[in-house]
Nanobody, 120 residues
Framework: EVQLVESGGGLVQPGGSLRVSCAAS????????MSWVRQAPGKGPEWVPS????????NYADSVKGRFTISRDNAKNTLYLQMNNLKSEDTAVYYC?????????????WGQGTQVTVSS
């Protein structure tokens, strides 16, 4: 059974930093690209960054480029998202998503999400 479990969310002040993690199990983690997707209250899902199966290539949404860093540790079956210089508009539930191939494009499994709130 594929499982994706996010952790590390919380309340942070504007300009602060936070790292969220996604522990994967039930599949060969290193064979698939992964992404983070967020959903703010009252809005649709927004793809944030993606990373290829071996971590060699990453892509970022313009809204987070230069502030967020996606990474993965295939030995630990874990995906990370380091978020710096957080803004109030980054407030959302953050989900990790498993791609169906070695590069991101379509997804077949999602985690339950972790809440990130940026507020003073």
């Amino acid at each position: 059974e594929v499982q994706l479990v996010e952790s590390g969310g919380g309340l942070v002040q504007p300009g602060g930093s936070l790292r969220v993690s996604c522990a994967a199990s039930g599949f060969t983690f290193g064979d698939y690209a992964m992404s983070w997707v967020r959903q703010a209250p009252g809005k649709g899902p927004e793809w944030v960054p993606s990373i290829t199966y071996e971590g060699g290539r990453t892509n970022y949404a313009d809204s987070v480029k230069g502030r967020f860093t996606i990474s993965r540790d295939n030995a630990k079956n874990t995906l990370y998202l380091q978020m710096n210089n957080l803004k109030s508009e980054d407030t959302a539930v953050y989900y990790c998503a498993k791609a169906t191939h070695v590069v991101a494009g379509s997804y077949d499994y999602w985690g339950q999400g972790t809440q990130v709130t940026v507020s003073s």
